[in-house]
């Protein structure tokens, strides 16, 4: 009887750590544990953002993973990547899918949005277009060009002369406005992104000068020569 | 010469050794018919410590041969001679039963490792030498738990658990009361009643064994200085053996 | 003069510790040619003979050590956490997490804890139990009853080893995760969806891959030598010497090749 015990329990030593390691293994596959799930494909063109494992989610919620991502060489090189995704969310077959960043670092994740009309549900081995690629070391990139184009123009700008009041007027205005723009974006995701944050803290300061000088002396400013 | 060596049961050929003068055999030679029995007895340092390791190979580094069934034992490799201690057990000195396993798997581990039984099988077996040995109530224990007297019948039940054909028993009543392993003994002499079984006892009281052996074997000094049936043994005047027995100082043997 | 015979001392010593070094190589290579060789008798043996070493060693090792695999795996958890909070920016760490876990606590740590806690506890017991076996005669006692003792003492050993590193190794990883969960929430909330969203997203078939192999590596490793070892005293008061050296090797052994592993695999 002692050994039985004995038994059972090098038994259940063996079990547990098995059936753990099968539970991580199913999850990883992108199946479900609680619902059931079925594969849909996502059509894209470049695999830059997304790997095995990538997040699927409807309005931030979690409904599962790429499971696989294939290249079809015809017409022209493209990817379908596998979507594992819970059947209990209804999605339309013609949802869209977004590949994003969720911030600057995180993983991209991909967004399914369905589209305001509703149509037939979508089914296993549908394909969904991924028709919007958001790219945040891209949009960075761009944001850096921008800055450092900005800065340039706005020191063009103090030394030349106010021919054009109504026209700094407008640009101050768009200027203050795309500040605010870049400074929620980088609230949102604090990046080693030094570059971009000191031509930002450069344009600021060019920015505030204008601003300062505008509001001690609005028409010494717009009058000067 | 060498044929008739490959056809007999057990044929011992020219076993010398040579370590110190008190570790020493010179040429010992000796067959055994199956069914026959043999007692090797003598003083501490005659050679018989060496017998039962050397016709088991558990010590190869002698010259001479043995022949067990037709087996070269020393020539043997590794593995032909752990098939050929499945028919040649030594019950070695001390017994070496394995401490960290009980009463029931010392007996049931010959069984479990060589045989193709199945496991009621086994266990039929064991329960049947547990019972012959009398050691019923310490089947559970381990070796350290139990009596010396149990632990040879323990290290007896598993030497036979195989039903092998010859039987090598070194010193097997050392430090053990004669009463309490009576079943013990009722077993070797039924063993040694068996026309198809054979044992080598190495003692130092072979008196013990007169109604078990049927050949008798002293040595000295690593030399056969007696050799005789369970009759001449009895009524020999052999001063060896009478010096030895009468336990005398005086005698051929310096002591 | 005196410094000619330094010299000559350093010599000899140098050359000593040669020697040993190489003739202890030697020796360790007869260990393991026999225990190759050793496999053939495994055409006539029986596995159940094996089943008592096996369950015995099993719990010793793998079963008993439970408790002090989770302590140490629940304390390194929130080591790691706790560093990592306070080194590494708040901003984004809900989905760092997850890579920082796996990558040191699921490839490295887990595995190579594990081996060192097996090696302390099982590796010199198994190194004292066959050291005092030798000197009770209980291996001559084996091989007299026509028994391989290379394939019943190692064998089994190895097999106990392999399965309960590999359990030991998943029960670590789960509980320094669990508790590296719990103790982070203390500095960062983050939904236990999401923790184990990243932990499934960080962790690759490869990292389980490497994880089985390197449990595969130490539950031969430390069997293997440290019934090496065991089999070496020929007197009782060698044992402790035995034993220790047995625990130290083995320990070295399972650095260099957690080491060569993760170099083959993650360079």
Redesign the interface.
Known sequence: MAKRVFEIKVGLFFIIPIVLMTVFVILKLGYSLSTDTIDVYLKIDNIKMIKDGTAVKVKGYDIGRVVSIEPVYQPELHFLATLRISDQIFLNEDCVAVIQNQNVIGDAIIELRNPVKKGKPLQAGDVVEGIEYVSIEALLGDVHKLLVSVTDTVNIIKDISSDSKQDIRKFLGELSASSSTLSNILDDSQADVVKTMGTLRQTSETIKEISDELKKRPLKFLLKE | MLGDMENSFLSVRNMSYMLDIHSTLRGISFDLKQGDNIVFFGLENSGIDKICPFI?C?IDDFDGDVFFKGHDVKNAS??E??????DM??L?R????????TVY?NIA??L?????MT?DEIDFRVNQLIDEMEIDLSRDMRPVDIYQSERLKTAFA?AIALNPDLLLAEHPLEAQCVLNVMSVMRSLKKWADSPLKSVIIVAYNPAVFSDIANRFIMLYRGEVVFDGTREEFLSTTNEYVVQYMTFSPKGPMMV | MRLWGKIENFLALTGRKVIAFFSGYIEFQHYLKSIFNSFKSLKYLRMRSLYSTVLLQTKYTGLDAVFLISVVALMLGATVIIQASQKFPKFGIDSFIGDLLVLIIIREIGPLATAMIVTSRSGSAISAEIATQKQNHEIRSLELLGIDTKLYIVFPRIIATILSIISLVILFDVVALAGGYLISRLFIFIPPQQFLATIINAFSFEDLLITFLKSLMYGILIPLICCYYGFRPTSAFQIPIFVSRAVVRTLLSVFIVNALISFLFYL
């Open positions: 088991s558990a590794y593995f001679r752990n098939i050929i201690r499945k057990v030594y070695q001390g017994y070496g039963l394995i401490t960290n396993m798997e581990l010959p479990r490792y060589h045989s193709k496991s598993r």
